[in-house]
């Protein structure tokens, strides 16, 4: 079973700073890995998604890489803003690729 | 923008109870999934959906969890006989296809059991 790991649990950093949110999975042979956010209380939203065969994506501020030879994933954010204050999920798809397996996060918080 | 709905977004039930738990997917979507997160842990997996059967379920997914996609439009999580753990949050996922294209998730639906 794809195992996902997430580090750091939480992060708090003032507005405007670059930041890394790092995630690792114990099978190299991934599929696909899927960032997600989610605000208290609600549901997920589907920030990125990084195919196998690619190494990153990007939507505006976001960044997100995949490093399957060393398990790992690193979504990046640019020019932290308050509104970014929110949960970051990220999922890999388990073998029979139907399942996604999810870590528990990483809660960060942007104070202005 | 399409979405994923759910409803109800809360349902108190009593312990024993049967729910239902509804769930109208993207419309050209083929791939149907069922989630759950109870409180401070994971977002779990609990059954995937396809061509009008189960392709995947998890340890979760047991006797007392049915899905079904009874018409064109819904898809439904039966839970026969609630217990006090299954307090969470339900979301349903839908994708186009499996692995090479993102899953979207709904609001979720909190299920209280009392």
């Known amino acids: 079973k794809q195992e996902v790991t997430q580090i750091p649990a939480a992060l708090s950093v003032p507005e405007g700073e670059n930041l890394v949110l790092n995630c690792s999975f114990t099978d190299s042979a991934i599929y696909n890995l899927q960032w997600f956010r989610q605000d208290p209380g609600k549901g997920l939203t589907s920030l990125l998604l990084?195919?196998?065969?690619?190494r990153e994506q990007t939507s505006g501020r976001l960044n997100a890489s995949l490093d399957k030879s060393s398990g790992r994933s690193t979504l990046y954010i640019a020019a932290s803003q308050p509104g970014d204050s929110a949960t970051y999920l990220c999922a890999g798809y388990s073998n029979s690729g139907y399942a996604l397996n999810f870590g528990k996060g990483t809660s960060l918080l942007v104070t202005p | 923008e399409p979405e994923v709905t759910q409803t109800p977004s809360h349902q108190v039930t009593q312990m024993g109870q049967e729910v239902i738990l509804r769930c109208v997917p993207i419309s050209n979507h083929l791939y149907f999934y069922w989630y759950r997160q109870i409180l401070g842990q994971k977002v779990e997996f609990l059954v995937s959906?396809?061509?009008?059967?189960?392709?995947?379920k998890s340890e979760i997914f047991d006797d007392q969890f049915s899905v079904e996609r009874p018409d064109g439009s819904n898809f439904t999580l039966k839970i026969r006989s609630t217990k006090l753990e299954d307090s969470a949050m339900y979301f349903c996922?839908?994708?186009?296809?499996?692995?090479?294209?993102?899953?979207?998730f709904g609001p979720g639906t909190r299920l209280t059991v009392t």
């Open positions: 959906f396809y061509n009008n059967e189960i392709s995947e």
């Open positions: 990084i195919q196998s065969s690619q």
């Open positions: 996922a839908s994708g186009v296809d499996r692995v090479w294209y993102e899953q979207y």
